[in-house]
Nanobody, 126 residues
Framework: QVQLVESGGGSVQAGDSLRLTCKASGGTFSPFAVGWFRQAPGSEREFVSAITWTGGKTDYTDSVTGRFTISKDNNEKTVYLQMNNLKPEDTGRYYC???????????????????WGQGTQVTVSS
């Protein structure tokens, strides 16, 4: 049974950087993609970024393009999200998930993910 554990969140000032880590354990890990989503209080969980496990293709939501970078280490079964120039609107709980299907842009849709971590909180003050 694969488990995902996120780490690296914290409370920072606008313009600061954080690096989130998502580490898989507990079995064979070969998803189609690993994605990061975030959820602000009172809001739905939204797509932030994803990376395909084999090819390393990356996707970002428009609001983080140019500021966030997703990367992976297959040997360590770990995905990173480097977040630079953080803004208050980046505040939220960040979750990583693994999606098996590649059909129909599955990596963009929360309900297509089969495994989630517990999340890590990111708070950005102005």
């Amino acid at each position: 049974q694969v488990q995902l554990v996120e780490s690296g969140g914290g409370s920072v000032q606008a313009g600061d950087s954080l690096r989130l880590t998502c580490k898989a354990s507990g079995g064979t890990f070969s998803p189609f993609a690993v994605g990061w989503f975030r959820q602000a209080p009172g809001s739905e969980r939204e797509f932030v970024s994803a990376i395909t496990w084999t090819g390393g293709k990356t996707d970002y939501t428009d609001s983080v393009t140019g500021r966030f970078t997703i990367s992976k280490d297959n040997n360590e079964k770990t995905v990173y999200l480097q977040m630079n120039n953080l803004k208050p609107e980046d505040t939220g709980r960040y979750y990583c998930g693994a999606v098996q299907s590649s059909y129909g842009g599955a990596q963009y849709f929360e309900n297509r993910y089969g495994v989630w971590g517990q999340g890590t909180q990111v708070t950005v003050s102005s």
